[in-house]
């Protein structure tokens, strides 16, 4: 497989089997249910990120549990590493590399150094868990002279499911092999360097051999789980003024949260009254309800009931109380009130959403970071939220159980 030249530190062996010394699990796995013991859980989740070459990152996998969180100083590659995973669940989307690494030369390690043609790049993956058991995903890319993938490999239970190669660097195809396992072992065609072929296959795969539909099987195992992401950073200084009425699903960023309580306080009386609940734990003064009002001009604040006082705008409330109501509202709700493509045709059932929180515990005070992880850790038990955050210290983690802390400044 035709891969661009990458240098990045020495050599730290084989990346498939590479540790992190820096890594450690500081608390116990999420408790299991005597179901859990006995029934396997067939929901597709991403379940390790590899970084075998990528921006600061040299040859490591992170393990992602339930509830993970990257800890370390600035400059340690927090950031770094949900940049990876958030550009790995674009491409499962079926955006174009430019779309999923819109800046490629920083996903360059720094000493990476050029082969005779001058090309430059990165390499990166994951691996997906659910029914199909462990499907790894990995990918070569090249970031100069031009942009494209130069090789990806799907692999599971030991067997090479489809392998790509660029060939030809005058056209902008790469050669692909899939397993067919029927008169012929494999099939071949030509894909596009610039999208992920795993998520191509099941529009060139027939499914007509057993091996046909193990791929078929593996790559949409792969690109549910990947599909399956929110990346959320809440701004408080969008959150504190009216916003307009819409279609009440959660953006990144939660500029339009007032919009989504709207909907939610009507639609699930059961997930309102744990958000209710929650604020009373992480907000300053009595919490007997939170409400949404619509004003005249078509738009809809929110407010916190006091109770027996007046109640509280948005607008009021400090940058951590905000973080920590969006953080909550998003942990609570699920993908129907997230503003994220979801694979539709796929039961809730058999998949996971994982929800990216760069600066998880930006702004926030001990109390909100220890009861925002708790929730997220009651959300992780039940297997169908997943959290993956980055923090600057993580001691306050320590003794939560399901969550796994992962140095990366050690």
Same mark, same amino acid.
């Given at each position: 497989?035709?891969?661009?030249?990458?240098?990045?530190?020495?050599?730290?062996?084989?990346?498939?089997? @590479?540790?992190?010394?820096?890594?450690?699990?500081?608390?116990?796995?999420?408790?299991?249910? $005597?179901?859990?013991?006995?029934?396997?859980?067939?929901?597709?989740?991403?379940?390790?990120?590899?970084?075998?070459?990528?921006?600061?990152?040299?040859?490591?996998? =992170?393990?992602?549990?339930?509830?993970?969180? =990257?800890?370390?100083?600035?400059?340690?590659?927090?950031?770094?590493?949900? %940049?990876?995973?958030?550009?790995?669940? #674009?491409?499962?989307?079926? %955006?174009?590399?430019?779309?999923? =690494?819109?800046?490629?030369? *920083?996903?360059?390690?720094?000493? *990476?150094? $050029?082969?005779?043609?001058?090309?430059?790049? =990165?390499?990166?993956?994951?691996?997906?868990?659910?029914?199909?058991?462990?499907? #790894?995903?990995?990918?070569?890319?090249?970031?100069?002279?031009?942009?494209?993938?130069?090789?990806?490999?799907?692999?599971?239970?030991?067997?090479?499911?489809?392998?790509?190669?660029?060939?030809?660097?005058?056209?902008?195809?790469?050669?692909?092999?899939?397993?067919?396992?029927?008169?012929?072992?494999?099939?071949?065609?030509?894909?596009?360097?610039?999208?992920?072929?795993?998520?191509?296959?099941?529009?060139?795969?027939?499914?007509?051999?057993?091996?046909?539909?193990?791929?078929? %099987? @593996?790559?949409?195992?792969?690109?549910?789980?990947?599909?399956?992401?929110?990346?959320?950073?809440?701004?408080?200084?969008?959150?504190?003024? $009216?916003?307009?009425?819409?279609?009440?699903?959660?953006?990144?960023?939660?500029?339009?949260?007032?919009?989504?309580?709207?909907?939610?306080?009507?639609?699930?009386?059961?997930?309102?009254?744990?958000?209710?609940?929650?604020? #009373? @734990?992480?907000? @300053?003064? $009595?919490?007997? /309800?939170?409400?949404?009002?619509?004003?005249?001009?078509?738009?809809?604040?929110?407010?916190? /009931?006091?109770?027996?006082?007046?109640?509280?705008?948005? *607008? #009021?409330?400090?940058?951590?109380?905000?973080?920590?109501?969006?953080?909550?509202?998003?942990?609570?709700?699920?993908?129907?009130?997230?503003?994220?493509?979801?694979?539709?045709?796929?039961?809730?059932?058999?998949?996971?959403?994982?929800?990216?929180? /760069?600066?998880?515990?930006?702004?926030?005070?001990?109390?909100?970071?220890?009861?925002?992880?708790?929730?997220?850790?009651?959300?992780?038990?039940?297997?169908?939220?997943?959290?993956?955050?980055?923090?600057?210290? %993580?001691?306050?983690?320590?003794?939560?159980?399901?969550?796994?802390?992962?140095?990366?400044?050690?």
């Amino acid at each position: 497989m035709a891969v661009p030249s990458v240098s990045a530190g020495p050599s730290l062996g084989d990346a498939s089997t @590479a540790t992190v010394p820096a890594q450690s699990r500081e608390s116990s796995e999420s408790r299991e249910s $005597p179901e859990s013991r006995t029934c396997p859980d067939v929901r597709a989740r991403i379940t390790e990120l590899r970084l075998s070459a990528f921006a600061g990152h040299r040859r490591v996998g =992170f393990p992602l549990g339930s509830v993970t969180l =990257f800890a370390g100083h600035s400059g340690a590659g927090k950031t770094t590493a949900l %940049a990876a995973y958030e550009a790995l669940a #674009r491409l499962g989307g079926g %955006a174009s590399l430019l779309e999923a =690494f819109p800046d490629p030369l *920083a996903c360059v390690p720094q000493r *990476a150094r $050029p082969d005779a043609g001058g090309r430059r790049g =990165f390499r990166i993956g994951c691996t997906a868990d659910g029914a199909e058991g462990p499907v #790894r995903l990995d990918i070569a890319v090249q970031a100069e002279p031009d942009l494209r993938i130069v090789g990806e490999r799907l692999t599971a239970g030991g067997i090479v499911l489809l392998q790509s190669a660029l060939r030809d660097p005058g056209r902008r195809t790469v050669q692909a092999a899939w397993h067919t396992a029927g008169s012929a072992p494999v099939t071949r065609a030509p894909l596009p360097d610039d999208r992920l072929g795993t998520a191509l296959l099941p529009l060139r795969v027939a499914g007509k051999t057993d091996g046909q539909r193990h791929v078929l %099987a @593996a790559a949409e195992q792969m690109v549910v789980a990947l599909r399956s992401v929110f990346a959320c950073d809440p701004r408080p200084e969008c959150m504190r003024t $009216p916003v307009p009425t819409g279609s009440g699903r959660l953006l990144p960023g939660c500029d339009n949260l007032a919009d989504v309580l709207w909907r939610t306080r009507a639609e699930c009386g059961r997930r309102h009254g744990l958000l209710v609940e929650a604020l #009373r @734990a992480g907000c @300053a003064g $009595p919490v007997a /309800d939170m409400v949404a009002e619509p004003l005249s001009d078509g738009t809809v604040r929110a407010l916190l /009931d006091r109770g027996d006082g007046p109640r509280t705008e948005l *607008a #009021r409330l400090g940058d951590g109380e905000l973080r920590y109501l969006a953080l909550t509202l998003v942990l609570l709700t699920g993908p129907g009130v997230l503003d994220l493509d979801a694979p539709g045709e796929v039961p809730d059932a058999l998949r996971t959403l994982t929800v990216l929180a /760069d600066g998880l515990d930006r702004c926030l005070d001990p109390r909100q970071r220890r009861e925002l992880l708790r929730t997220a850790a009651r959300m992780g038990e039940r297997g169908h939220i997943r959290c993956v955050g980055a923090v600057s210290d %993580a001691s306050w983690a320590a003794g939560v159980a399901g969550v796994t802390v992962v140095h990366l400044d050690a």
